[in-house]
């Protein structure tokens, strides 16, 4: 089976937040930023449960730490589907329930 993984509408509007602010700020640690989200993400293929689990939140949520970030995600049949990418400063829970 081919797992791969998916980057949902949500998580890809916080990249383009994180991108934008790097484009100010840093773009070569902005694309370094982006080369370890990537490798992340390729990690949670091969080890989906990886991530500590925020069951306290969302039962199936899951969180993996990206330099100051949290790659929120859920595991799949196929892979794993990445829900949000938040600073991990932010207030978390507040941030999910705006999704109900």
């Known amino acids: 089976m081919n797992r791969r993984y998916f980057i949902n509408i949500l998580a890809t509007q916080d990249l383009k937040e994180i991108a934008d602010y790097f484009t ?3 773009v070569e640690a902005g694309e370094q930023f982006f080369r370890k989200f990537d490798r992340r993400c390729e990690q949670l293929i091969n080890f989906p449960t990886i991530g500590r ?3 306290e939140i969302r039962s199936y949520l899951r969180g993996l730490p990206l330099d100051g970030y949290i790659i929120f995600y859920r595991v799949l049949g ?6 949000r990418v938040i600073n991990a400063r932010r207030d978390l829970p507040s941030i999910f329930e705006d999704q109900e």
């Open 78 to 83: 196929d892979g794993v589907e990445i829900l």
């Open 53 to 55: 689990s925020y069951a």
């Open 24 to 26: 100010a700020n840093s």
